[in-house]
């Protein structure tokens, strides 16, 4: 695993595509809180939204021991607890064998435990994990979630 990036979008947390800085800061709370790194802020690229500053996401990235000790909180402690995830897809895989999904509630991970009224409210989390060495080798990355007990759906007609 070489990084893992966490994003928040203002489409998950205000049903709009853009939110103002402010309308930002508790996701972007939340994002610190999980990782002890703080968010930045991804703004628009268009230019009638930019100039207001219109925020579209916050994001962390994190590498090295960082990733891995999010991977493993990940993996053995919040999709455990997650009610709808029944595992990755293997269409989660992207060209460069890297892991995108996407997590439907984010209330569960242990950090929010002391101050759940205050994050009770935050929905989805998107989760790209970047793997090293795994260009145009799916098959690696999915035994490296595999090994890692990450849960990887078949294909419908495989396995």
Not at 54 to 74: E, P, R, S
Not at 88 to 111: Q, Y
Not at 132 to 146: E, F, I, K, V, Y
Request: net charge positive.
């Amino acid at each position: 695993v070489k990084s893992i990036d966490l994003t928040i979008n203002a489409n998950d947390t205000h049903g709009r595509r853009y939110a103002e800085k402010w309308e930002m800061l508790l996701p972007a709370l939340a994002l610190e809180y999980i990782t002890g790194k703080p968010a930045k802020y991804i703004y628009s690229t268009l230019k009638y939204y930019r100039s207001r500053n219109a925020v579209t996401a916050v994001k962390v990235h994190l590498t090295g021991g960082d990733a891995m000790d999010l991977l493993q909180k990940l993996i053995y402690v919040v999709l455990p607890s997650q009610n709808a995830f029944a595992g990755v897809t293997s269409r989660s895989l992207d060209i460069a064998g890297n892991l995108h999904f996407r997590l439907p509630k984010m209330i569960n991970f242990p950090d929010f435990e002391e101050q759940f009224e205050i994050f009770e409210n935050l929905q989805s989390l998107h989760i790209s994990i970047n793997m090293a060495n795994t260009q145009g080798h799916q098959g690696r990355s999915q035994l490296l979630m595999t090994g890692l007990q990450l849960p990887m759906l078949a294909k419908k007609g495989e396995g």
